[in-house]
């Protein structure tokens, strides 16, 4: 599952060795260190970020799907924004944008920066 928020961009998947755990995964550090900060703030214990050396995504953290089903269920109580454009932190087409990118097997995301 992947997921657009005012924190950042994330991917969602189940942990393929423990099945009650997911892998919240993303390709910028300060995207994951954000949903991470949420994920510790509801379980009230610190989550590690891991580096990733292959494959589509840099970062993952593993965490209880609960906890994951509470931090996403605060962040959609929490919207008071009427354009999620406008209200995103990286706010698009000002500084950098994310992409979504159809291929021929699969989609890929990249953030785009403008240059300075």
Avoid: C
């Avoid at 599952?1 to 189940?14: A, I, N």
């Avoid at 906890?67 to 996403?72: F, G, P, Q, S, T």
Wanted: charged share 25%; aromatic share 8%; glycine share 6%.
């Amino acid at each position: 599952m992947w997921l657009f928020t005012k924190h950042g961009f994330v991917d969602l998947v189940q942990d393929r060795h423990e099945s009650d755990k997911l892998l919240v995964r993303s390709q910028l550090e300060g995207d994951i260190t954000a949903f991470a900060k949420a994920l510790d703030e509801e379980s009230g214990k610190q989550h590690t970020i891991e580096p990733i050396m292959d494959g589509d995504y840099r970062f993952s953290v593993q965490v209880g799907r609960k906890v994951v089903a509470e931090v996403v269920a605060r962040l959609v109580s929490g919207i008071d924004y009427t354009t999620f454009k406008q209200a995103v932190h990286f706010n698009l087409g000002q500084d950098s944008t994310y992409v979504v990118m159809l291929g021929p097997d699969n989609l890929q995301v990249a953030k785009l920066l403008k240059e300075q």
